[in-house]
């Protein structure tokens, strides 16, 4: 027999694991952004790398020319910058790509996992439900007391005035 406490507790379940996997799929979005914004770097880089040239923007419509020898400063991590040869900082962006590309895939397990989670709480919570909701009606009704206020007694001075808790 299922009791409401019980009930209660699969919804919670239901909802939290929801919320959870509301949290791995706006990581997977961050994630998306991030490759996209390694993959736009490694095609550039790729482009310098073949002897292309271009420019580079500074903002206010202004550019300058990628002179043709040209290195890159490059973040290797907790804002440490160093001085990269252009396909170097290929290769380092490339290797980011491919571990942003795994975490992803195990995001994408991990939620695929919770979805299935979602669905069999979902199942055993709308079971319960069933159960919980038929055996109310099998039994039999209870009746119920309508608790009374007990009626307060009126106190009276000793001249029989009204005082002011009446």
Known sequence: MVDSIELQRLAKLVDMNRSRLDEINQQIERIEAVQLEHDDTRRALKALSDGKSGHIPLGAGVMIPIPKQVTTIVDLGTGIFGERTVENAED????????????????????????KRIEELATNFEEAAKNYSSNDNESEP????????????????????LTLDD
Do not use: I, N, W, Y
Not at 142 to 161: D, F, H, I, N
């Open 92 to 115: 380092l962006v490339t290797k980011r790509l491919e571990d942003l590309s795994e975490l992803r895939t195990q995001f994408e397990a991990e939620a695929s996992l919770l979805r």
């Open 142 to 161: 209870t009746k119920t007391k309508v608790e009374e206020k007990p009626q307060r007694r009126r106190r009276k001075s000793m001249g029989g005035e």
